[in-house]
């Protein structure tokens, strides 16, 4: 999170103000987060209901009303100039809808009643109040080719902010999801009261988890201006023992119905904790078959411990990046020499076989410019980065919304901007996440081991893969594959698998053979590609004993590009949180991301519970402290 300060009478670029660390002596308990964030839900528990919405004529914000005009809802404005207008709205608050999608179960496994996505727009929201963070009604619609959201607390009033801004893509992404997730058998909560002032998890959640996280330390080498953590700067340290990680670890994989097979230690710089090596080969040891680490990347500059984090079993480094070259790094991150840093960690990387997926935080205006050229570097590097995971910046605390419209860079804009430096078409290449759903559930189905399933809101991530030639030539997917059609065939083929677990007919394979090779273009596939490495790459992405070591040379190089859009309280909507998959074990229990680092922001109230005083940390077993490629400047 960032507050960007306006460029007063400079035409040079502004570099990102540091967010001030707040005193968390008197941070709130859990408890005291839930009851302020559902303060005034019972306000809008009955309609008619009143607020104060944007005009579609004159676009003045004027008093209004949702009321129910025989099935459906519908918001009166009531505009002094234009009159009373009046618009149907897609609502699953004050009404009860049943998904559209075959097989959706209406309630969660603990008997909480789901209320489905909605596809069309304008639509009912729960969303928060910026200033309080209590939930509030809200509603999405279109105004000028892009998404909006808006919103009226009772006590701080209207509000305003774009949730994206190509309506069309938007619209694509709301039809790319499946059967209703139908959550957790044994939540830590009961999920009574209203989402997210019962995080966890509670039993209203849904997804289970794609990539969990476990903080190691809120401790950092670096002072960046952008950090959703606000690390290093608080005073005290949260460091969690060696035995209370196994405990969070242990909390993931007794998940049920679905275990957690993957982990990314974050922090703060999660490779500072001491019994870093330790905790990495213990989650390798409990089954976790995917480790990954978010990092700055300076202690994985130094060889000796890139190569013992591989020796522990580090598997991929979630790698800050926000551009290429110095220019880029030092108005986002001001930390001179960093650049030579990231190059020494991907070479290392390199050489001991740990893939890199690249994480630039995108400001507008400030580095947007720098997608392309990231996209470039990660193919010209296609050898040892495998994904780009591009974050739009959320927002903390008081901006000028004039200011917040200019900055905000929305999965719209990231969209353009990948297809400006590929070539692909964003209406026919790009997807939200959860399209891939039904590809776990078939693997799943075929071989019998779980699999991830990111059954995320598709307002979470949107993006594509790309297929990338020896000669360095990247393919989006949906050129080379009917991806709609092979998906909905693959939706339906692992319906009817489930419950084989890995004992598949001749028959099966015939028609999974057959399934592929019926969306491949051959005519379109780039040179060396054919259905059966096809088949392998894609098994290869979700199956690590496939996509990587000595089975890696035998599928195809390909590089995700895709966004994933962390909520704030200006853009929050409380259905991504019941449907997140990245989520944090903590001692307090497990909360989805963001609820834990944004909106309610339950990480203040939980860091409150287990903290240290700062330069009072004890040791862990002897492991020495991991050092940094060099003086903090600050």
Avoid at 17 to 42: C, I, K, W
Avoid at 494 to 518: H, P, Q, S
Wanted: glycine share 8%; aromatic share 8%; charged share 25%.
């Amino acid at each position: 999170m960032i507050r960007v300060p306006p460029a007063e009478g400079s035409d040079s670029p502004q570099r990102p103000e540091r967010l001030q660390a707040t005193d968390r002596q008197d941070a709130p308990s859990v408890d005291d987060v839930r009851r302020s964030v559902r303060r005034f839900a019972g306000a809008y528990a009955s309609l008619p209901y009143a607020t104060r919405a944007t005009c579609p004529v004159c676009r003045g914000v004027v008093p209004s009303r949702f009321d129910r005009v025989g099935r459906q809802i519908v918001l009166t404005c009531d505009c002094p100039e234009c009159g009373p207008i009046r618009q149907v709205h897609a609502d699953a608050i004050w009404s009860r809808p049943a998904s559209d999608f075959p097989g959706s179960p209406p309630e969660t496994l603990t008997g909480r009643p789901i209320q489905p996505v909605l596809r069309r727009l304008p639509r009912t929201v729960e969303t928060l109040c910026p200033a309080c963070g209590a939930v509030v009604l809200g509603r999405h619609f279109v105004e000028d080719g892009a998404v909006y959201v808006e919103k009226t607390c009772p006590e701080h009033g209207h509000v305003r902010d774009c949730v994206s801004s190509d309506v069309l893509l938007y619209a694509k992404a709301s039809w790319w999801t499946w059967e209703e997730p139908p959550g957790q058998r044994r939540p830590r909560r009961s999920g009574r009261h209203v989402c997210p002032s019962e995080c966890g998890l509670c039993g209203q959640h849904q997804s289970a988890s794609c990539l969990p996280q476990i903080d190691l330390t809120n401790r950092c080498n670096m002072r960046c201006p952008i950090c959703f953590a606000n690390s290093g700067v608080q005073g005290y340290v949260v460091q969690p023992s060696y035995e209370q990680a196994l405990e969070q670890l242990r909390a993931l994989r007794q998940m049920d119905p679905s275990p957690a097979t993957s982990i990314q230690f974050t922090g703060g710089e999660p490779t500072l904790h001491p019994g870093f090596f330790r905790i990495v080969s213990a989650a390798r040891d409990m089954g976790f078959s995917h480790i990954q680490v978010a990092t700055n990347g300076l202690t994985m500059a130094r060889e000796d411990f890139a190569r013992a984090a591989a020796d522990a079993g580090v598997h991929v480094l979630y790698l800050q990046f926000d551009g290429v070259g110095e220019a880029p790094h030092r108005v986002t991150r001001n930390y001179p020499g960093l650049w030579e840093a990231k190059l020494a960690c991907i070479a290392n990387c390199r050489k001991f076989g740990v893939k890199v997926c690249l994480v630039p935080t995108i400001v507008r205006g400030v580095n947007d410019d720098q997608v392309g050229e990231i996209l470039r570097f990660a193919v010209a590097h296609i050898d040892v980065v495998s994904a780009i995971s591009y974050q739009p910046v959320s927002f903390s605390g008081r901006i000028d919304p004039a200011e917040r419209a200019r900055r905000r860079y929305t999965l719209g804009h990231l969209a353009h901007d990948i297809a400006d430096a590929s070539g692909a078409v964003p209406l026919r290449d790009m997807f939200p996440l959860s399209i891939v759903m039904p590809l776990g559930q078939f693997l799943q189905a075929v071989t019998g081991d779980p699999k991830i399933r990111p059954s995320c809101h598709p307002d979470c991530a949107f993006g594509t893969y790309f297929l990338v030639s020896p000669d360095g030539h990247a393919v989006p997917f949906p050129q080379v594959v009917d991806v709609e059609g092979m998906f909905w065939e693959m939706n339906v083929l692992a319906r009817r698998l489930a419950g084989r677990e890995g004992r598949l007919t001749w028959r099966d394979r015939m028609a999974i053979y057959r399934m592929f090779k019926r969306h491949f273009r051959a005519d379109a596939a780039p040179p060396g590609l054919d259905v059966k490495t096809f088949m392998r790459t894609l098994k290869g992405l979700v199956d690590k004993r496939v996509g990587r070591g000595a089975g890696e040379k035998q599928t195809y190089k390909t590089l995700l590009c895709a966004g994933m859009h962390f909520q704030d309280r200006y853009n929050y909507d409380v259905q991504r949180s019941k449907r997140c998959v990245i989520l944090y074990s903590t001692p307090e229990g497990i909360f989805p991301f963001c609820t834990y680092n944004c909106g309610p922001e339950y990480r203040r109230a939980v860091e409150r519970h287990d903290r240290a005083s700062a330069g009072n940390v004890p040791g862990d077993g002897g492991i020495p402290e991991p050092q940094t490629v060099m003086e903090n400047p600050t």
